[in-house]
């Protein structure tokens, strides 16, 4: 009888010890190896019937090793078991994907290893297996991998850390779920809870909150779900009504706000917000669109309502980031050119840089669309950045100025003046551009804005006040910032033709600015009438549609 050969890889001394003394009655024979290189050559050289590994080891580690071993012709049929101390489902499904046959936790059940090991190996008698050993050994090598198979299906659908069912079982569930609600409770500054007392505390909350969501939602109504890390979900139910669900919502609500979890000596009282929807069609969906609306709006307790103003606004925001996202994808975001002239002398002399997204389909979209929304979404430095790669290259070799928006946090945005100061470095003729300061966003850091304004001026280049006569208009930014150019808002030049105090605030303007050398342009100019009054005032330049229109060419 030929008795099997098992070849141990494993660093560890006590490690391969144990695994002997748990098959000594077995009557294997064993080879060992104190490292990966060792083990491989070793099976190449021995063709052993098995091989029991770990996986965390010196040089050469389980994976690399199990991916060498499963590629070779001359060992790829030998059956490997892992045995290590990763206990983790994502280390085993990894394993398996390696080749690994089969696989078992430090520390290890003795029975589990030589069920595993007989079900790998089989029965070995004169080198033949009778028609019955084959019929058994292949019996159990089946029930070895349905329970494996059973645990990966059982990890795929639940939470490890709470028990309870994750959000791949929710969608599952919600597939079958008829006259169904779903509730969402995301506890509020958990990120500050894990900040301040560590991981280890952060869990333990967590199984706290699970367990009391539980026990104040209990009864086969209900079921409960974690689907990220401090969100949690519950079906329930034959619920329907919107007033049942909101009544039922108040008074999780009531008896949440009276509970103090004890967690590791630490008395813990959580803020949470819960959205929740009956729109079965897409359930999910609208119940985490109840909960962020929720939390954009402060409240405690929203139900989903596609009819209402709070959902259709959310909808609207999820349009334009979709629309951004597409743009910067199809470089279909097109600078906007819009001229300005020099009073004296008629002439074109500047071009203000104006972003658009145009379609595919040749729609045009203003800033007013998308900017402030791009700012929410993280989208706006490519935005930005791709305003500025265009209008250098389109100004390349044209004599006149442009000017770029920028709003202060830009100036001290790492990303954004970085890649400014890398444009200018390769740009001949600096001195032909311009970074118009929003004025009505406010400064809040003068000495960061500064140390932007004073680098882009050892180029040569030039600073505007932006919108100046609106939002939070301060003469002292023209002193501190050493600015340039002041462009006039629209609001006073709108009326200038009708309203005296208007043409008394941009005369000051003008004359103030004339003393300290500044040079001054007037937006908005939309009319002859508007366009004759801004030169009586001694505005130097003017911007508006009477001079012209913005456009994707100069």
Request: negative net charge; glycine residues 6%.
């Amino acid at each position: 009888m030929k008795e099997p050969l098992i070849l141990i890889i494993d660093d560890n001394f006590d490690s391969r010890l144990a695994v002997r003394s748990a098959l000594r009655k077995k009557g294997y024979l064993f080879l060992e190896a104190q490292d990966a290189k060792e083990g491989i050559d070793m099976a190449i050289e021995h063709n052993p019937d098995l091989i029991i590994m770990d996986i965390m080891m010196p040089q050469i580690n389980g994976y690399e090793a199990l991916r060498i071993i499963k590629g070779s012709d001359k060992t790829k049929h030998i059956p490997v078991l892992i045995v290590s101390a990763l206990s983790s489902m994502n280390e085993k499904i990894v394993a398996l994907e390696y080749g690994a046959d089969g696989m078992l936790t430090k520390p290890f059940d003795r029975i589990h290893l030589a069920e595993q090991i007989e079900a790998l190996v089989g029965f070995y008698k004169n080198g033949l297996n009778t028609k019955a050993e084959i019929i058994e050994q292949k019996e159990r090598l089946d029930n070895v991998l349905h329970r494996q198979s059973e645990e990966l299906i059982r990890y795929y659908y639940t939470d490890a850390l709470t028990g309870l069912p994750n959000r791949s079982q929710l969608i599952k569930d919600i597939v079958n779920a008829v006259n169904s609600s779903l509730i969402l409770i995301d506890i509020d500054g958990f990120k500050d809870i894990v900040y301040f007392y560590g991981h280890e505390t952060g869990d333990l909350c967590l199984k706290s909150f699970a367990l009391k969501i539980k026990q104040l939602l209990k009864g086969d109504k209900y079921k409960h779900y974690r689907i990220s890390g401090d969100i949690f979900a519950v079906l329930v139910k034959e619920c329907s009504a919107a007033e049942e669900l909101n009544n039922l919502m108040r008074q999780f609500v009531y008896e949440m706000n009276r509970t103090n979890f004890l967690c590791e000596g630490h008395e813990m009282h959580f803020r949470f917000t819960v959205g929740a929807s009956m729109f079965e069609s897409e359930l999910l969906i609208s119940a985490e669109k109840a909960l962020k609306t929720a939390k954009t709006a402060n409240k405690t307790i929203l139900l989903y309502d596609e009819k209402s103003e709070e959902f259709r606004f959310y909808e609207q925001n999820i349009f334009w980031v979709n629309k951004i996202i597409e743009a910067i994808s199809f470089d279909n975001i097109v600078p906007f050119y819009q001229p300005i002239i020099n009073n004296k002398t008629h002439k074109i002399e500047k071009y203000e840089c104006l972003v658009r997204i145009i379609e595919r389909d040749g729609t045009i979209y203003a800033p007013i669309k998308f900017l402030d929304i791009s700012k929410k979404s993280k989208h706006y430095a490519a935005i930005t950045k791709n305003v500025i790669e265009k209008s250098f290259k389109k100004f390349k070799n044209s004599d006149c100025q442009f000017s770029i928006n920028l709003s202060a946090k830009d100036m001290i945005d790492s990303e954004i003046s970085e890649y400014i100061y890398d444009k200018l470095n390769s740009f001949k003729g600096c001195g032909r551009v311009i970074f118009e300061l929003l004025e009505s966003e406010g400064v809040e850091n003068y000495s960061a804005v500064y140390a932007f304004i004073s680098k882009v001026k050892e180029y040569g280049c030039q600073i505007a006040i932006d919108d100046f006569g609106s939002g939070y208009s301060n003469f002292i930014h023209l002193l501190r910032l050493k600015v340039d150019i002041i462009k006039i808002d629209g609001s006073l030049i709108r009326d200038l033709d009708i309203d005296e105090n208007a043409q008394i605030m941009v005369q000051t303007i003008v004359d103030f600015a004339k003393k300290l050398g500044i040079l001054t342009v007037a937006e908005f100019v939309h009319s002859e009438s508007i366009s004759r009054i801004v030169k009586d005032l001694g505005v130097d330049y003017s911007q508006g549609y009477f001079i012209g229109e913005p456009s994707n060419e100069i």
